[in-house]
């Protein structure tokens, strides 16, 4: 499963995981909009936490999913972001059409320790 | 400034999506070699994600075509990549650079050439309408040795 789903208090959380990209984001994009189509979520809160890759396909998962909520009122959230992540949504400037949560310098410093292949 | 070539690689693939992932895993791995960050890396992963994408997505919207990827390292720490196929071509390609420009619309971001701009030090795109596309990324491996 690339996405948990998960609704409470009026917000419906993506937890993304994996690598983002044109191939994986087709998936992502149907089981999203599924639950949205079925909620109508005031905020949708996508979580970048488990994202270990993302290109700009991931950047137009998150503008396509706020122009469906736009469409009726609702908010958009995009949280855990890591400093790539944040610098590609930025190049988009969705900073000023959604709330962009960088990840905590603790949680980056935990991942330092991973290693990488 | 001379460089010293000191390995290369070549690939060719079909333009079919699951090979995004494939194809910016290679480069990484031979770009390893170089000894970069891991930062260094996935921008490099990042930009070849954008460009072999591209070549699935526009330049060869309704068939099967090839793309090419010729990875070469020099001995001053550059990696030099193209990716090239030989689909439809770009005819105006100021426009395509555009940030949030797409010819497609909708869940395209339109940020694929800005993104492979500003994770690398140097983008060249050559391009013929019906002919295809070469796209040229370089960047400059200061690595972990800095
Ligand atoms: N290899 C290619 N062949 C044909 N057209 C291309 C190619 N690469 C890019 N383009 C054109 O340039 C535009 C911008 O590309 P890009 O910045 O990656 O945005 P996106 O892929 O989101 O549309 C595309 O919409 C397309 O029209
Ligand atoms: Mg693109």
């Known amino acids: ?117 | 400034m001379k460089h010293t070539l000191i390995n290369q690689v070549k690939l060719e693939m079909d333009s079919r999506s699951v090979n995004e992932g494939f194809a910016r895993a290679a480069v990484s791995a031979f770009a390893a070699q170089l000894d970069p960050t891991v930062e260094e890396l996935t921008d490099i992963k990042t930009a070849v994600s954008e460009a072999v994408t591209n070549c699935i997505v526009h330049a060869y919207p309704d068939t099967r075509g090839k793309i090419t990827l010729w990875v070469r390292v020099y001995g001053d720490g550059l990696v030099r990549i193209l990716v090239k196929d030989r689909g439809c071509g770009i005819a105006d390609i100021a426009k395509a650079r555009e940030p949030l420009y797409s010819s497609l619309g909708e869940e395209r971001a339109g940020l694929g050439f800005a993104v492979m701009e500003s994770f690398m030090d140097k983008l060249s795109v050559r391009s013929r309408a019906g002919a295809g596309t070469s796209v040229t990324l370089e960047k400059r491996i200061k690595g972990r040795a800095q």
């Open chain 1, 1 to 117: 499963m690339p996405v948990q789903l998960h609704y409470e208090k009026c917000r419906l959380t993506a937890f993304l995981s994996g690598e983002i990209d044109h191939h994986s984001a087709a998936a992502l994009r149907g089981q999203i909009d599924q639950s949205m189509m079925k909620l109508h979520p005031p905020t949708l809160v996508l979580d970048f936490g488990e994202v270990s890759f993302m290109d700009s396909s991931a950047v137009g998962l998150v503008m396509g999913r706020y122009k469906q909520l736009c469409a009726y009122g609702g908010e958009l959230e995009a949280v855990n972001l890591s400093p790539v992540a944040y610098r590609m949504m930025q190049l988009s400037g969705l900073q000023a059409l959604a709330r962009l949560k960088p990840k905590t310098p603790s949680e980056l410093g935990a991942e330092k320790e991973k290693t990488y292949v």
